[in-house]
């Protein structure tokens, strides 16, 4: 059953803690992206990464950090340097194929900072 | 950066009804597409247009596409119940070497059975 997958569907993190979000595809796919998302607005771009060992930084880097060791991994972590972590946090891959290419999505990971 | 900017925010119908939802973007795109997100899910893709394309069809959805305005629409045929999402167009900007797209922030359809 193909398919990105995220971990753990929800989250809670005390002020001052890192945290790591999990995202994994069996996909085969070479680019895999971060995204977060506020209530009522649309996707920011976090990091991507198009290659393994290899990422770059999004629109809204500032507080987090990634790695791509293997290609069907690309986790996040939210340090404590990011100032307000609450938020949806969506994963996707693609394969890329060029200016065309489109991108699958992962259930999300809702994170709350108590 | 956001680029792409959906009219109307919410949009509430009736079951049957058409639904029709706009994309304003700024900049030369390469293609864009439209996702569909369930409440507290992640998105699914659903058309690409590319941009020396004007209008593309799949099963009940017809998206149009207007370069000189800057501009798309969505439109949903017969609505149904399970149509209920946010919808959100996407862009790829032309030129680059990476894949990025940029979302816009939604139109929320809500289909009243």
């Known amino acids: 059953d193909g398919g990105i997958t995220q971990s753990p569907k929800y989250l809670f993190r005390k002020e001052g803690q890192n945290v790591t979000l999990s995202c994994e595809q069996n996909?085969?796919?070479?680019?895999m992206y971060w995204y977060r998302q506020d209530p009522g607005q649309g996707l920011r771009l976090i990091y991507y990464s198009q290659i393994v060992n290899d990422f770059q930084k999004g629109d809204i880097a500032e507080g987090y950090s990634v790695s791509r060791e293997k290609k069907e991994s690309f986790p996040l972590t939210v340090t404590s340097a990011q100032k307000n972590p609450t938020a949806f946090y969506l994963c996707?891959?693609?394969?890329?194929?060029?200016?065309?290419?489109?991108?699958?999505f992962g259930p999300g990971t809702r994170l709350t900072v108590l | 950066s956001q680029q792409g900017e959906e009219d109307p925010q919410a949009l509430s119908i009736q079951e049957g009804e058409n639904a029709t939802m706009n994309c304003s973007y700024k900049?030369?795109?390469?293609?864009l597409q439209w996702y569909r997100q369930n409440s507290g899910r992640g998105l699914v893709h659903l058309i690409l247009i590319r941009s020396n394309e004007r209008e593309k069809h799949s099963g009940r959805l017809r998206v149009t596409l207007d370069t000189s305005k800057k501009s798309s629409s969505l439109l949903i045929t017969a609505s149904r119940a399970a149509d209920t999402a946010s919808y959100f167009c996407a862009t790829r900007n032309s030129g680059g070497s990476n894949y990025k797209l940029t979302f816009g922030k939604g139109t929320l359809l809500t289909v009243n059975p």
């Open positions: 996707a891959s693609s394969l890329p194929r060029g200016p065309t290419d489109t991108q699958y």
């Open positions: 900049t030369s795109i390469n293609n």
């Open positions: 996909l085969n796919h070479d680019a």
